[in-house]
């Protein structure tokens, strides 16, 4: 399952009894759809997040970052200490891809940067490449 959704609070690194780390976090998803009377109606649906394959993905996952995550879906029932029924989606994440935030959301983050490709010209390729052969040795 896919989804795609904004982080809504920065990553957690814990350690695991078997010397494994996970990568803790919470992902908000929004859908719409309109009703009958043509009111558009949003929902918003939050996932909490696990990511075992590696703990380095936790310094980009902060808060307000758009994520597309691939993975399973499972739901969670417990009570909570007042007694109240309490459920909840978790994700276990096997695949992250990371987004450029939105301009108004980089207050308290650095600017991410874009590399360019490097575009070459037929002719400055035939130059590089019988510069490159007259070096050989045989």
């Known amino acids: 399952m896919n989804i795609i959704g904004r982080v809504t609070r ?6 695991l009894n078997n010397e494994k780390q996970v990568v803790n976090f919470s992902v ?16 918003t649906t939050f996932f909490d997040c696990s990511y075992f394959i590696s703990p380095k993905v936790a310094t980009m996952l902060t808060k307000g970052t758009l994520v597309e995550l691939t993975g399973r879906v499972s739901a969670r029932a417990w009570t909570d200490k007042e007694g109240q029924p309490k459920a909840g989606l978790s994700y276990i994440a096997s695949r992250i891809k990371v ?16 590399h360019q490709p490097v575009v070459v010209s037929p002719q400055e390729k035939n130059n590089r490449q019988e510069s490159e052969h007259d070096d050989l040795p045989f």
């Open 28 to 43: 908000a998803a929004n859908d719409g759809y309109r009703n009958r009377q043509g009111e558009y109606i949003e929902q």
């Open 10 to 15: 920065d990553a957690e690194v814990r350690a």
């Open 99 to 114: 987004h450029a935030k939105a301009a108004s959301s980089r207050r308290d983050t650095e600017d991410i940067e874009v």
